[in-house]
């Protein structure tokens, strides 16, 4: 199966489980819009309360808040977001496609070095243990001539991002003739750019409405709230706000599901700190936010980190983690020190002293800031696609299985009467209460066990509880693992200890201080 039937796949099996449905699908869907089902929205908040949790619990400098989405406009002027949030942004005539300009780059490029990771890969298969893959990537024709051509494609880029040269975009489109996906044609518009937000009115026309933006990111809400925090919380620096929250963006290109949405959730931080110090910080939030990510198991070789090409004027370093989706490496968090920017351009356009006073220094400054910004829908895009599985059996059976972490399951236990007679549905219930009270418990009595397996499977629940006619004289049931689908006899006594230590969170924010 390729790459992008197993994408298929995962995006049919997010709708026929109630993870992820197209926003108004009885009117057709609205392009990059979604909304999330019932077992979506479950491992969605446990993605928030994992990431809330390690922030602002394991860092104790760390403090969340709650902004609202509307702002006041003159945010955005002083953010910079209304002159310059935009994208380069390309149509193809025949197709009528449009087309992020720098995207349709990065492609070009992520197919050389695909190329160059193929010819390693046969070279290892054909040389094996004698095979020197430092060297033969260093002497083989092929490899560096590809090399070359993604380094020269990397350099005017990069060149071409920095001096904001929009007919030098275009131009390396036409030298290494990229051809439009869908009409397979290199007959392209000159890019333009067009800004990513969604504006609408706040107050009613007749007593003169002002026109607003969606925000789109959560960051702002952050940076005008400094003060607040800092002097309500007594925050000494260093220190951090954390924020989950919606973000909206007019993208250009509305494809790979809930990769890039118009409207999206943001888990972000900024991290104050003294001028001077932000490298440190960043160094640090880079481990802490990987190590995150890590705490998964979904494969550590999955993540790596990708420096940016372009620093925003205002940023000193940038980086992302990108994780491996079924359409390659894409980002899912970026990492920005951000100098003092954002809180000297709100002083200006304010009018208002946001500095702070160091007492240690004994001195005044703005402080410089480095943010964590991270795509909850990426992050459960990435989770999902890890952990889906169709699974071959013995005796020519298959299921679907969800490895998903136990910490983040929609639902922890799924709890069946064998049958639905001899009191055994009552049994079950009393199983259920003892659990739904920590649990997220399901009761199902419907169809044969295997097939309620199956579901469970299917949206990754780590255990099902089995009530026989054994349980009435014994207080015993079977639990059944996901993973190993073993089967076990305990005592419903046990149950509690056994699933609270496999899905506490806790497991999970250890292995990100250890
Ligand atoms: P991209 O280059 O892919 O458009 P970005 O660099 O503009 O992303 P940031 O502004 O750094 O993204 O936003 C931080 C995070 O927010 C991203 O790492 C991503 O996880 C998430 N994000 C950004 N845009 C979208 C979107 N349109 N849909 C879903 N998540 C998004």
Redesign the pocket.
């Known amino acids: 199966m390729t790459q992008e039937d197993v994408f298929k796949k995962l995006v049919a099996h997010c709708k026929e489980y109630g993870f992820v449905f197209p926003s108004s699908g009885i009117y057709d869907g609205l392009g990059a819009v979604y909304d999330y089902g019932q077992n979506g929205v479950e491992l969605k908040n446990n993605i928030k309360r994992y990431w809330w949790e390690a922030m602002t619990m394991l860092n104790d400098n760390v403090v969340g808040i709650d902004a609202a989405i509307f702002m006041h406009p003159t945010t955005w002027k002083a953010s910079g977001h209304v002159d310059a949030f935009n994208d380069p942004l390309i149509d193809n005539r025949d197709s009528k496609k449009r087309y992020r300009a720098d995207v349709l780059i990065e492609d070009l490029m992520a197919k050389y070095e695909e190329k160059i990771e193929k010819e390693v890969d046969k070279a290892k298969k054909r040389f094996g243990e004698s095979f020197d893959e430092k060297l033969f990537r260093e002497t083989n024709p092929r490899i560096l001539e590809n090399a070359q051509k993604r380094n020269e494609i990397h350099s005017r880029f990069v060149k071409a991002l920095n001096d904001n040269d929009l007919i030098e975009l275009k131009q390396i489109i036409v030298d290494y003739e990229v051809v439009c996906p869908i009409s397979g044609t290199k007959n392209w518009t000159d890019v333009r750019q067009f800004n990513l937000m969604f504006a609408t009115e706040i107050g009613s026309t007749s007593d003169g409405a002002t026109k607003i933006y969606l925000r789109p990111?959560t960051a702002q809400g952050i940076f005008v709230n400094f003060l607040n925090v800092q002097k309500t919380g007594r925050m000494k620096i260093p220190f951090g706000i954390a924020q989950i929250g919606k973000a909206f963006?007019n993208?250009i290109v509305a494809r790979q599901f809930?990769?890039?949405?118009r409207e999206?959730e943001?888990m972000e931080m900024q991290f104050f700190v003294r001028p001077g110090e932000e490298m440190e910080w960043f160094k640090f939030w880079k481990n802490f936010r990987l190590k995150w990510h890590k705490a998964f198991g979904l494969g550590d070789h999955k993540y790596r980190f990708h420096d940016h090409d372009k620093l925003a004027h205002y940023a000193n370093a940038a980086t992302?983690i990108e994780f491996e989706m079924p359409f390659g490496f894409k980002?899912?968090?970026?990492i920005h020190s951000r100098t003092d920017f954002d809180l000297v351009q709100h002083e200006k356009y304010s009018g208002k002293n946001i500095k702070y006073f160091d007492p240690e220094l004994n001195e005044s400054y703005t402080p410089y800031v480095v943010e964590t910004?991270?795509?909850v829908?990426?992050t459960f895009l990435s989770i999902m696609a890890a952990s889906y599985e169709e699974q071959q059996l013995e005796g020519g059976d298959s299921r679907v299985v969800l490895h998903l972490p136990f910490e983040l399951s929609p639902v922890k236990v799924a709890v069946f009467p064998l049958v639905k007679k001899d009191g055994l549905p009552q049994k079950a219930e009393e199983v259920v209460k003892l659990l739904k009270f920590d649990f997220k418990v399901v009761y199902d009595e419907k169809d044969s066990v295997g097939k309620r397996y199956r579901r469970q499977d299917a949206i990754g629940t780590p255990f099902c509880v089995t009530i026989d006619h054994q349980t009435l004289e014994d207080d015993t049931v079977t639990i059944r693992h996901r993973d190993t689908m073993q089967q076990e006899r305990l005592k419903i006594g046990d149950l509690y200890a056994i699933v609270n230590e496999a899905v506490s969170m806790k497991n999970l924010l250890g292995k990100i201080v250890i």
């Open positions: 990111e963006r993208e809930i990769f890039r949405m999206f943001q992302d980002e899912v968090e970026g910004s991270i795509g829908d990426r």
